[in-house]
């Protein structure tokens, strides 16, 4: 039988957790087709990736005040993005998990974040260190009781809060330890999560654009314990589309103006990131992707902004303005409307990611894993934000490795032998 993998997610019952678990399972049964999933393309089967059917997820969750299976039932009746019919189907798989459902910290997140909590969580009564024994004590039940080997930690909480000074312990890991031991200020739950991910012998995705582990104490961490990773920030809409386009502005030698962009959404993750200090941990430094494919330019105008349009929900609108110059300084005008929804392009990225990281993991690869760079709108380690040659990394990593592919299962075969 093949071996089971485990899903840790941080964030469990939110809306792209719930899809990308009510995916995986629709997917692995053939109730639905892989639609939408990167690791279903054609260009990625060499890579023999870990089947969606032997996911099996647990994590810890904020929100004690709901099941799984409400969570899924809410996206049945308000966005209307769970069909009744896989919800049924879905029931008992729903439950199931919840059983692998634990309380959570909000150490750090902010007073919006923490609203959401509801019953009881941990910080209230614990240090930091002992949050971290906490987590790590509960990846490390699951571990146990599903007898797996390997677990991949994904971040999937709420965005939290853009601090501009960062504790001077996330610059070490040694800092970092000895910080932890004496009752250190200033941490944040995201990185905390990492950390005691990576200490668990876990390797780590982080899909939003929180720290996680994307500070040198961690990337040290990472090494140290010959674990990959990855992040910051799914690349799902309107980055994506300008990551997409950009491209062709610079390839034809026209000089882009300004490029405005204005999302509205609706949901949770929406109303989160209505509190400013949320919203510019999203927002901040989003126009570099634009600068790096556009080149830096003192003319160059681009902003983001992103409004909370409870009626949206799901539903992600985003405009994007484009004003550009072609011969003879002629101007001219590009606009598109993307208008996406938000959970269902998230959760599918980060099946991908999950089933990319164990795949990297197994085949000995730490560190940031840079082939991942095209899910990221942040991508760590990144040498480039535009889409195309980030795309095309990713294939050039899947053919060499095909081509060793003989090669590598001799090897697996070895270690297991
Ligand atoms: P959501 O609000 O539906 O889900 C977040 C879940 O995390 C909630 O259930 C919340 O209770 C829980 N949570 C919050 N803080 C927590 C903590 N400290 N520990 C454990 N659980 C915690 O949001 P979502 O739409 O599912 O988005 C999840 C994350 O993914 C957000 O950070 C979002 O910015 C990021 N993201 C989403 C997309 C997308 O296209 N949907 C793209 C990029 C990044």
Redesign the pocket.
């Known amino acids: 039988m093949a071996e089971a993998l485990g899903v840790w997610i941080?964030?469990a019952?939110?809306?792209?957790?719930t899809c990308a678990i009510s995916g995986a399972r629709a997917v692995a049964r053939g109730l639905a087709a892989a639609t939408g999933l990167v690791t279903g393309l054609s260009d990625l089967e060499p890579l023999g990736l870990v089947g969606l059917g032997q996911l099996v997820f647990g994590g810890?969750?904020?929100?004690s005040g709901i099941t799984l299976l409400q969570a899924a039932e809410e996206l049945r009746d308000g966005p209307g993005l769970l069909s009744a019919a896989l919800v049924g189907a879905l029931k008992e798989d729903y439950a199931e998990i919840d059983r692998d459902i634990r309380p959570?910290?909000?150490l750090g997140?902010g007073e919006t974040?923490r609203r959401?909590a509801q019953g009881s969580k941990l910080e209230d009564a614990l240090t930091a260190k002992l949050i971290v024994e906490q987590l790590k004590a509960d990846i490390t039940d699951f571990k146990r009781r599903h007898e797996l080997r390997r677990v991949v930690v994904v971040n999937?909480?709420?965005?939290e809060p853009y601090h501009e000074t960062l504790p001077a312990c996330y610059q070490s890991l040694k800092a970092f330890r000895k910080a932890l031991d004496n009752g250190a200020e200033g941490l944040t739950?995201g990185v905390l999560y990492a950390y005691g991910a990576l200490e668990s012998g876990c390797a780590c995705v982080n899909?939003?654009?929180?720290l996680g582990a994307d500070v040198p104490a961690l990337l040290e961490l990472a090494v140290e314990r010959g674990l990959p990773h990855c992040g910051k920030?799914?690349k799902?809409?309107e980055t994506l589309v300008k990551t997409v386009l950009a491209p062709m502005f610079a390839a034809r030698n026209l000089k882009v103006l300004s490029w405005e962009g204005y999302n509205m959404l609706g949901?949770?993750?929406g109303a989160?990131l209505d509190d400013p200090a949320n919203n510019a941990a999203?927002t901040r430094g989003k126009d570099k992707a634009l600068r790096e494919i556009l080149g830096d330019t003192p003319e160059l105008h681009t902003r983001v902004r992103i409004d909370y349009c409870p009626s949206l929900d799901d539903w992600k609108t985003a405009w994007d303005f484009v004003h550009f110059q072609g011969f003879l300084g002629t101007k001219m005008i590009m606009q598109f409307i993307w208008q996406g929804c938000?959970?269902m392009?998230?959760a599918p990225l980060v099946l991908d990611l999950v089933r990319l990281t164990d795949y990297a993991w197994r085949c000995g690869e730490t560190g940031v894993l840079k082939h991942t760079a095209c899910f990221f709108?942040n991508p760590m380690g990144a040498e480039t934000h535009d889409f195309w040659r980030q795309w095309e990394a990713l294939k050039q990593y899947v053919q060499a490795h095909a081509a060793c592919a003989p090669q590598r299962q001799k090897h697996t075969k070895a270690r297991r032998a």
């Not at 019952?13 to 957790?17: D, F, K, Q, Y």
Request: charged letters at 20%; hydrophobic letters at 40%.
């Open positions: 941080v964030g019952r939110g809306a792209v957790s810890h969750e904020l929100r959570a910290t909000a997140c974040i959401l999937l909480a709420s965005t739950a899909f939003t654009p929180s920030d799914g799902t809409g949901n949770r993750d989160i999203k938000d959970s392009l998230a709108k």
